[in-house]
């Protein structure tokens, strides 16, 4: 009987216990390189979309969230289409860079964001 009572015990206790297991879930989402600037992963699909096939820069240092631009890299506005879906970017400049787009606060002319 004391067996029975120590077996019915431990099934209990494992049946209590897979519930709250099978409950359990985590959800990630990416926001893929970024610094200052928060984009959510839809929006940076839009970005790529209409920005992406713009004309390439030629750049010999690495860039990197952060980094100076040089002089020599012609920012682009960001075109209002875009700074209605997306507020986050409005008054930074871009360019492209190894297929991505590079956004950069044009007063400083750093990195804020690299949408890959």
Do not use: C, W
């Given at each position: 009987?004391?067996?029975?009572?120590?077996?019915?015990?431990?099934?209990?206790?494992?049946?209590?216990?897979?519930?709250?297991?099978?409950?359990?879930?985590?959800?990630?989402?990416?926001?893929?390189?970024?610094?200052?600037?928060?984009?959510?992963?839809?929006?940076?699909?839009?970005?790529?979309?209409?920005?992406?096939?713009?004309?390439?820069?030629?750049?010999k240092?690495?860039?990197?969230?952060?980094?100076?631009?040089?002089?020599?890299?012609?920012l682009?506005?960001v075109?209002?289409?875009?700074?209605?879906?997306?507020?986050?970017?409005?008054?930074?400049?871009?360019?492209?860079?190894?297929?991505?787009?590079?956004?950069?606060d044009?007063?400083?002319?750093?990195?804020?964001?690299?949408?890959?």
């Amino acid at each position: 009987m004391k067996s029975f009572v120590i077996a019915t015990a431990a099934a209990i206790g494992l049946l209590a216990a897979v519930p709250a297991g099978a409950q359990t879930s985590v959800t990630t989402t990416t926001t893929e390189t970024t610094g200052s600037v928060t984009i959510a992963p839809e929006k940076r699909t839009i970005i790529r979309q209409q920005l992406g096939s713009s004309a390439p820069a030629t750049i010999k240092e690495k860039v990197t969230v952060g980094a100076m631009v040089p002089d020599t890299v012609e920012l682009r506005t960001v075109p209002e289409t875009i700074v209605s879906e997306v507020p986050s970017v409005k008054g930074h400049r871009y360019f492209v860079y190894n297929d991505n787009v590079v956004l950069v606060d044009p007063k400083t002319r750093k990195v804020v964001t690299i949408v890959e």
